[in-house]
């Protein structure tokens, strides 16, 4: 089975401080990151406001990611999108910068059809040739891609992943079982079933926080001792409730600003989550 990492990747934060990319705190996170045993990291996620992110600065996170982490693990970059042409700019960037992957979601907004969906990620593949994560979220891009989509996606010669955030537990099942690839959960809430049902990790947003119980967590699961993490994961879940209570990364920004990480600071429409 084709793998770029197994066990928790993290969705990281992209620091800013005056509006502009914070590269000495992207840094820091970084180290900590690895320091703290972390197996992967996502950068320009839907947790780095990659949607908010010009075209230089992407490139300059990228290379900035790439020097920093410098082979010590897998660096993948999210190029999600609705035109495929832009995305594939995107990826051929990554490429050219060293990234070990990239991940994209569902094309959002277009509202297209199952087959287009496919079709989409068919087309993006074969021009990049670069190991790909597939993302189905539909909460943000608006399309649920079904588990019968993601299997077939899981088939294409350059996907290496599927990170499922659907919610719905039936379908992400299916996936898990059918898929040609590894799945990973992307809801810290669930985690925990999805190693059940046999899920090869997770790209976490949590991990920005906790990376050694996240990490913890599945590796007691994948050792089969599932009632002690069961009892860990249950220590962990109201603070994964907690970032979620206004739309992410509101909530993790605000942690990790407590910690002196990083600033509380993001990018409109996005606002800084108050001590209330």
């Known amino acids: 089975m084709k793998t770029l990492f197994k066990g928790i990747a993290t969705a990281l934060v992209t620091p800013f401080r005056n509006g502009e990319i914070d590269f000495k705190s992207l840094g820091k996170l970084i180290e900590s990151q690895i320091r703290d045993g972390i197996n992967a990291l996502v950068v320009l996620g839907t947790t780095g406001e990659a949607s908010t992110i010009d075209d230089e600065e992407r490139e300059q996170i990228v290379e900035f990611a790439v020097m920093q982490v410098n082979g010590r693990i897998p660096i993948i970059v999210g190029i999600g999108g609705n035109n495929p042409r832009k995305i594939i700019e995107y990826g051929l960037q990554a490429k050219r910068a060293g990234a070990d992957g990239v991940m994209i979601s569902a094309p959002y907004y277009n509202k ?165």
């Open 112 to 276: 297209c059809t199952q087959d287009g969906a496919y079709k989409f990620f068919a087309d993006i593949t074969k021009c990049l040739q670069i190991p790909t994560i597939v993302y189905n979220v539909p909460g943000r891009t608006g399309i649920n891609m079904e588990a019968a989509t993601m299997v077939k996606i899981s088939k294409l010669k350059h996907v290496v992943g599927i990170k499922e955030a659907s919610g719905n537990i039936v379908q992400i099942m299916e996936t898990i079982r059918d898929s040609k690839v590894p799945v990973y959960s992307g809801d810290d809430a669930l985690s925990f079933l999805c190693y059940i049902l046999g899920a090869r990790g997770t790209i976490s947003v949590a991990s920005n926080l906790v990376p050694r119980e996240a990490i913890e967590i599945f590796d007691l699961a994948s050792q089969n001792k599932i009632r002690r993490a069961r009892a860990l994961f249950n220590s962990q879940l109201p603070l994964y409730h907690s970032l979620f209570v206004q739309p992410n990364p509101i909530p993790v920004k605000y942690y990790l600003s407590k910690k002196g990480i990083c600033r509380n600071e993001l990018r409109l429409p996005l606002t800084p989550m108050k001590d209330s």
